[in-house]
């Protein structure tokens, strides 16, 4: 009598153990592309404190902790583009990008990461050039930084049969704590220690040295 109810047995165990093995991948298949999301880029080659933003095209990111996000571009450098960046280019002006943070992830005003290069260098760079995205440990876009490739220029004549699509990489870079290449980062933390400094002065009284010291000027 023993045997038939050990053999049911060793079938439902066997059972459970196929059952549960896709689960156990799937899992695994999850974690991989544990980052998927969308990130919309916008650029503008105005010069001016009001620039005009249009949309360069989207980052998808597939894995955060892989390191594995794509440019895909919404339409092709057409030629009012490359009027403006010929002029740009000439008038030594900059090129702009800028991308909403994670959070919200509407394209609001003020909820954007952006950066710069000078203009000439994604002319002479025939559009290549990899953004650097930096997200805190949580997922959230913190900052952005792009280099072009060359970075440098020199003066070089493009022809416009090379100014029509991007060539970008993206690399996703997750800070677990640190320095942020954010301009708007960098004016809270000055009007911090601004007012930390000032909030010093009225309270101790410390030496002429020790103010110093504190606030890191020596
Ligand atoms: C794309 O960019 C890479 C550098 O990231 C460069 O080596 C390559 O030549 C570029 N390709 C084209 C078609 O411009
Ligand atoms: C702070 O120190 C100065 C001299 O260094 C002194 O004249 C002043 O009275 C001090 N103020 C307070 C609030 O202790």
Same mark, same amino acid.
């Given at each position: =009598?023993?045997?038939? #109810? ?6 439902? @165990? ?29 650029? %503008?080659?105005? #010069? ?14 597939? %894995? ?23 002029? /740009?280019? &000439? ?5 702009? *990008? &800028? ?14 990461? #952006?950066?710069?290069? =000078?203009?000439? #260098?994604?002319?002479?760079? /025939?559009?290549?050039?990899?953004? @650097? *995205? ?7 876009? @913190? ?14 004549? =493009?022809?416009? %049969? ?14 677990? $704590? ?23 002065? $009225? ?16």
């Amino acid at each position: =009598m023993a045997a038939p #109810s050990c053999h049911i047995l060793t079938g439902v @165990i066997v059972f459970l153990l196929y059952a549960l093995i896709p689960i156990i991948n799937g899992s695994k298949l999850e974690d991989e592309f544990e980052g998927l999301r969308t990130l919309t880029v916008e650029h %503008s080659l105005d #010069s001016g404190f009001n620039p005009e933003f249009t949309k360069r095209g989207t980052v998808v990111i597939r %894995s955060l902790k892989g390191n594995k996000a794509q440019f895909q571009e919404s339409s092709p450098f057409d030629s009012h583009l490359r009027s403006k960046l010929k002029t /740009a280019t &000439r008038e030594n002006g900059v090129y702009r *990008i &800028r991308m909403p943070t994670t959070s919200t992830g509407t394209l609001e005003d003020g909820d954007y990461v #952006s950066t710069f290069v =000078m203009a000439c #260098s994604v002319y002479e760079s /025939a559009l290549s050039d990899k953004l @650097i *995205i930096n997200v805190d440990q949580t997922g959230e876009v @913190i900052g952005i930084s792009m280099t072009t490739f060359p970075s440098e220029c020199v003066g070089w004549d =493009m022809p416009d %049969s090379d100014l029509t699509h991007w060539n970008t990489t993206v690399d996703i870079s997750q800070t677990v $704590q640190g320095p942020v290449p954010d301009t708007q980062s960098y004016i809270d933390k000055m009007k911090r220690e601004e007012a930390e400094r000032a909030k010093g002065q $009225q309270g101790e009284n410390k030496s002429f040295f020790g103010r110093y010291v504190s606030t890191g000027i020596l």
